[in-house]
């Protein structure tokens, strides 16, 4: 009965702690971004900018080599509104070892996801690890004379910028089997138990 009573406890509380980490990682995968003040933010709210457009983004999954953002918009006129992104450095310059698929946004309200993901290019890195400071989106409207010209989303569209610090993975994998040859310590008689 005893034993019964003990392996019955230890699958609890095994079970908790499971439940443990899975809420934590849920809370954690649902963080909110909060936009950067800076330059181009204030353009847009002087130019009108902030009266349509982002009103919130969320982190939705986050893996070594990818994110996906989940963003709300509100007010989007016309079905001819894009949302893009960009991932940045410290200094807010774009990064061209990651990809952003642009979404093409329904008018009114809703959200839209965006996901970031790593493609390594020719570029020689110091370490395994990439540091990014910031991401970057933009809502561009692809109508009237101004909108059929190649001119990039970010001339043409409401860019904001949103701190999310990140250290991407930039070579091996987390699948990756790395062989290790095991060296003895001591032998198994000076070994306490």
């Known amino acids: 009965m005893q034993k019964c009573c003990r392996s019955f406890v230890r699958v609890l509380g095994l079970f908790l702690v499971f439940i443990t980490m899975a809420m934590h990682a849920a809370v954690a995968q649902e963080q909110e971004l909060k936009p950067v003040d800076d330059t181009s933010t204030a353009l847009g709210s002087l130019f009108g900018g902030n009266a349509s457009g982002i ?23 016309g079905d001819a509104t894009s949302l893009s992104g960009a991932v940045l450095n410290k200094l807010k310059k774009p990064l061209a070892d990651f990809v952003c698929e642009p979404r093409k ?69 987390a699948s990756m089997v790395i062989p290790v040859v095991l060296m003895p310590f001591k032998s198994a008689a000076t070994l306490k138990p």
Do not use: C, M
Request: aromatic share 8%; glycine share 10%.
């Open 55 to 77: 009103t919130a983004v969320k982190v939705v999954a986050n893996t070594e080599q990818s994110i996906t953002l989940q963003v709300s918009v509100k007010g989007i006129e």
């Open 105 to 173: 946004l329904p008018a009114g309200d809703g959200t839209a996801e965006l996901k970031f993901q790593f493609k390594q290019g020719n570029a020689a890195y110091k370490s395994g690890l990439l540091e990014t400071h910031f991401v970057s989106l933009t809502l561009a409207k692809k109508e009237g004379i101004l909108g059929s010209l190649d001119l990039g989303d970010d001339v043409l569209g409401d860019n904001t910028v949103y701190a999310f610090q990140k250290k991407w993975r930039v070579s091996g994998s």
